[in-house]
């Protein structure tokens, strides 16, 4: 992986301040793909050590500068982890501009690959995750960076 991405991938602050920042005059925006209660990937639920078949809530989001996609995100909260959260209404509000807001907020291991977003068709070089905990909160996050955020960087493509 090249310094420039490494920079994008390894950072452990928020990654919506990082895109604002990075957007200089671009005009940022949460563009609300899907939100719903569903089963979870196998891996998802294994990473939040859910049963197989137990239902989450389910978000995805795109971020966008000046309408372009740079970012594809999913989060996986188990229902039992809501704890009075109402996440649903956070709309084309960030999940981070909650999260990261949290004084005691606990950030897992990242896990970077290569693996395109399994729910959107635009491909990106880059994809992490991190399991976040706030008090008894868990919620997986999953964040898939897309190949216009590198040409609108000027990136290398890995």
């Known amino acids: 992986m090249s ?11 928020s990654l919506t301040a990082r895109l604002i920042s990075a957007g200089g005059q671009r005009a940022f925006r949460v563009r609300l793909l899907d939100q719903r ?29 000046d309408e372009r996609p740079w970012v594809v995100a999913r989060s996986v909260v188990p229902l039992d982890g809501l704890h009075g959260q109402r996440l649903d209404r956070l709309g084309e509000r960030s999940l981070g501009s909650w999260l990261f807001r949290q ?25 992490r995750r991190s399991l976040f905990r706030h008090r008894r909160f868990a919620v997986l996050v999953q964040e898939f960076f897309l190949e216009r955020m590198a040409d609108d960087l000027g990136l290398p493509s890995r």
Do not use: K
């Open 3 to 13: 310094a420039a991405w490494w920079q994008w991938v390894a950072s452990r602050d």
């Open 37 to 65: 209660l569903g089963r979870p990937r196998r891996d998802e639920a294994l990473a939040l050590g859910l049963p197989p078949a137990r239902h989450a809530w389910l978000r995805e989001v795109a971020l966008c500068l």
């Open 103 to 127: 004084p005691d907020l606990e950030r897992g291991p990242l896990e970077v690959s290569a693996d395109p977003a399994p729910f959107h068709a635009a491909p990106g070089p880059w994809a």
